[in-house]
């Protein structure tokens, strides 16, 4: 039964002049608004379809929607998918769990010639931490060819890349892995070449520069890469950092309460240098917050999730458009407790753009957002639907 057809049920009880009744309507134009501005795109179904997709979307220009599944596919090892404009969704690829690689956990980065770029967290190379593999980094082209670029083996190559990827304009790729690298298995940055060479350009030691990234990495104009790390750094509660081509980490700002902990997701770089990263736990309510980091390295808390209407626990990181507003998803919280589609804008006020409810809708919403030029926001959710696997979505701010 969805949240809307609950409040038609409470209409019927009381009179028109009953505080009940007024609150009643209220809530319920608030759900007919916020049908008029979300829509999904489509469902998961059942294997072979995908299914609980975690990952951010990629969109190319003509409207085309990419992402993986954690799981689902013909192998239920999880896919890499096409939606269509029009809502067809294609499964493009089908992880087997062996040596292609299995459970897609992040997004796909695009080329220009349309090869998708992705990690897998398990397979691969199966002696690996045996039988399961240590992941993978692959390459999907147009007609839907799976190559592995490369397969983690040793440990301390890294193990379980769980961070899409960023890639230069040499065709290098640039990721992290949440464990592997040292004997003390605190993860690490790699590079991957274009002809399939890993490089580890840093172990994590477990100390000031952080452990067990998740989040993928951005870059400035001088290749330095940006990253956050979950635990660990000068404060216990993650790190923010910066990698230079030397293989140098500088940390580039502190996460402690109660400004947040344990960043999931990568950061945000504006043009200006600033860094806008979503803690995970942590603020002021224990629930996550917004920040935003300056190139001088002063740390500004832009907002604090309650786990209320508002969200809270947002594993996504935030997108920001050209005005400088920030967009993202908490995975908790809202009305229903299934998650919300936010906004912040550049005076720190925030709206919740959509409350998801569960049902059809989906809700739990892991991934974050992808905006056309219109200003539309499309992204998934890992449960609902109509067959409860998840959904693909998009919302009108």
Known sequence: MTKQTKWFERLSEPSASTPAFAIAVVILLTLQSQAQNFKVLYSFGAPPD????????????????????????????????????TGNETVLYNFTGGADG??????????????????????????????????????????????????FSSGADGEY?????????????????????????????????????????????????????????????????????????????GSIFRLNSSGQVATAGKLQPPSGESPTAGVTRDGAGNLYVTATFGGAYGAGSVLKISPSGKQTTLYSFTNGNDGGTPYAGVIRDA????????????????????????????????????????????????????????????????????????VIP
């Open 161 to 237: 890349p769980y961070a899409g990827l960023y890639r230069d304009g040499s065709g290098n790729l640039y990721g992290t892995t949440v464990n592997g690298g040292s004997s003390a298995n605190y993860g690490t940055v790699y590079k991957v070449s274009r002809s399939g060479q890993e490089t580890v350009l840093y172990r994590f030691k477990g100390k000031g520069d952080g452990a067990f990234p998740f989040g993928a990495l951005v870059a400035d104009s001088t290749g330095r890469l940006y990253g956050t790390t979950t635990q660990f750094g000068s404060s216990g509660g």
């Open 323 to 394: 005005a400088g507003n920030l967009y993202g998803t908490a995975f908790f919280g809202g009305t229903g407790g299934f998650g919300t589609v936010f906004k912040l804008d550049t005076g720190n006020n925030f709206t919740v753009l959509y409350d998801f409810t569960g049902g059809e809708d989906g809700g739990n919403p892991w991934g974050g957002l992808t905006m056309d030029s219109s200003g539309n926001l499309y992204g998934t959710n890992s449960v609902g639907g109509v067959s409860g696997n998840g959904v693909v979505y998009k």
């Open 102 to 151: 299995g459970l897609p956990f992040a997004g796909l980065i695009r080329d220009s010639q349309g090869n998708l770029y992705g990690t897998t967290t398990q397979g691969g190379d199966l002696t690996c931490v045996a039988p399961i593999g240590c992941g993978t980094v692959f390459k999907v082209d147009s007609s839907g060819n799976e190559t592995v670029l490369y397969a």
């Open 50 to 85: 995908a299914e609980f997709s975690t990952a951010n979307l990629v969109r190319d220009k003509s409207g085309n929607l990419y992402g993986t599944t954690l799981f689902g596919g013909a192998f239920l090892n999880g896919a890499v998918f096409r939606m269509d404009a």
